[in-house]
């Protein structure tokens, strides 16, 4: 097992990684921007090195001051996080040859799940059921016009390097397409210097429906049942659950197993996750994988009563998994609540600056993983989040029932947060009816 872990990454994760090597006796190094030198999880590290300043570009992205504080510090592994370089092949790479475990997939696995062309023809191989399109990459409008024709519109665009919606194009005739399909080339090659498009059948009024997997090095791979992430707003995840709300036993199992299959023919170990659509008659496609631990984990080790950042640990230590899929059973429902410095009236728009009151929630169900404290400064360089609120109960009902009160108990003052929204939210009757879809945060909650 390994002494010395290295966390490449800042803020609630950071703190999070931390604590999973506290629990295992591994000591830790944490690097940080000049930015985030009063973050919470510095405190908790053995060592602490700075690598740069504010700017990601030259601090949680610059892969020589990374490996030089790893080398520095004499560290075993490195975990990347989320964001950041954890979905990098080029970084996991580099610390294979530095002699430093990467906490993650190989580099093959992260290069054929950040193609999605390349996974869905993994997924095609592994006889997993994919949204119906153009099968690889579509090189010209002709072929775009061709295909669009069969598959029958309204076709999406998308980007084969693409994330977040980034260089995504729906199409509803032979014009938008056209047009569509040369502004979705151009925003992919500006965005990831890969201009590469496939077409797919738009599915109307998806949910989002994602498959946690868990493989090791000796061949075994678990899935940890499915997270609805179905209510976003412009590609931000807000709320996840577990278990999807709609989803019956059989087509659990059926999603189950079709993850696992694709992660068997990508050689996957380490943690991972399967993202499919689920239309309104439960028909599940595959549309992506990725290749790293996701913020919202933490609903997936309520109801499976799992640590998945421990599990990522071992297995890159080359241990294997602490359980078999049949040791793996749901229990009750989990919530997740994304505190984020934002104003929900103000378009979502970012409210970086400093906490002047701050008591977190507690009491039974609840778990608040953050960096943030009283007296705290929210920096303006990275993403918003401040804070998750998990709750975890025997019913969704009663998990709803918890956060409100969670929420309610949450106490920020001096930035705006997406806490009151939440409350909003808690109390729209289809959303307590789990009857919500991609669209549910635009139709109702974007600025009264
Ligand atoms: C889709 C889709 C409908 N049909 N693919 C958005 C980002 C990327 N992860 C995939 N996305 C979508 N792919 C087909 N064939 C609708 C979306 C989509 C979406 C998916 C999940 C959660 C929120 C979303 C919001 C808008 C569009």
């Given at each position: 097992m390994f002494h010395r872990i290295l966390v490449a990454n800042r803020g609630e994760i950071a703190l999070r990684i931390l604590r999973a090597c506290k629990d295992l006796g591994i000591e830790t190094v944490a690097v940080y921007s000049e930015a985030d030198r009063d973050s919470l999880h510095l405190r908790y590290a053995d060592e602490t090195i700075c690598i740069g300043p504010a700017s990601s570009s030259m601090s949680y992205l610059n892969i020589p001051a990374i490996i030089a504080a790893a080398e520095i510090a004499d560290v075993e592994a490195i975990h990347p996080g989320y964001g950041f370089l954890s979905e990098n092949a080029h970084f996991a790479e580099v610390c294979q040859s530095c002699n430093i475990k990467f906490i993650g997939p190989s580099a093959q696995a992260i290069t054929d799940c950040g193609d999605k062309?390349?996974?869905?023809?993994?997924?095609a191989k592994a006889n997993v059921?994919?949204?119906?399109?153009?099968?690889?990459?579509?090189?010209?409008?002709?072929?775009?016009?061709?295909?669009?024709?069969?598959?029958?519109?309204?076709?999406?665009?998308?980007?084969?390097?693409?994330?977040?919606?980034?260089?995504?194009?729906?199409?509803?005739n032979d014009p938008s397409l056209v047009t569509g399909f040369h502004s979705a080339r151009s925003e992919a090659e500006s965005a990831f210097n890969n201009s590469t498009v496939y077409l797919e059948k738009f599915v109307d009024k998806p949910r989002h429906v994602e498959i946690q997997i868990i493989g090791d090095t000796h061949g075994n791979v678990v899935h940890l049942g499915e997270r609805d992430c179905s209510l976003q707003r412009r590609h931000q995840k807000l709320i996840e659950e577990s278990p999807c709300p709609v989803l019956d036993e059989d087509t659990r199992k059926a999603m189950g197993e079709a993850a696992i299959r694709l992660a068997k023919v990508a050689n996957y170990y380490s943690a991972g996750t399967v993202e499919f659509l689920l239309d309104k008659d439960n028909n599940f496609y595959f549309i992506e994988i990725n290749s790293r631990i996701q913020v919202e984990h933490p609903v997936t080790e309520a109801v499976t009563d799992t640590d998945l950042i421990r599990e990522m640990i071992l297995v890159a230590a080359g241990e294997p998994l602490s359980f078999r899929q049949e040791d793996i059973e749901m229990r009750g429902h989990a919530i997740e609540f994304r505190i984020n410095a934002e104003d929900p009236d103000q378009n979502f728009k970012p409210s970086p600056g400093k906490i002047k009151t701050f008591v977190p929630p507690a009491g039974p169900g609840v778990r608040w993983d953050s960096h943030v404290y009283q007296g705290y400064?929210?920096?303006?360089?990275?993403?918003?989040?401040?804070?998750?609120?998990?709750?975890?109960?025997?019913?969704?009902?009663?998990?709803?029932?918890?956060?409100?009160?969670?929420?309610?108990?949450?106490?920020?003052e001096g930035i705006a947060t997406t806490a009151p929204l939440f409350l909003r939210i808690l109390d729209h009757s289809d959303f307590c009816n789990g009857d919500v879809d991609t669209g549910f945060i635009d139709r109702y909650f974007t600025p009264r």
């Open positions: 062309v390349a996974a869905k023809a993994l997924a059921p994919c949204v119906p399109g153009s099968d690889g990459p579509v090189d010209n409008e002709h072929d775009a016009l061709r295909i669009a024709r069969e598959i029958g519109f309204p076709v999406l665009i998308k980007a084969a390097a693409g994330g977040g919606g980034r260089g995504m194009r729906v199409a509803h400064t929210v920096p303006p360089h990275y993403d918003s989040m401040v804070g998750k609120l998990i709750v975890h109960r025997r019913t969704r009902k009663q998990a709803i029932a918890v956060a409100k009160r969670a929420l309610a108990e949450l106490q920020i």
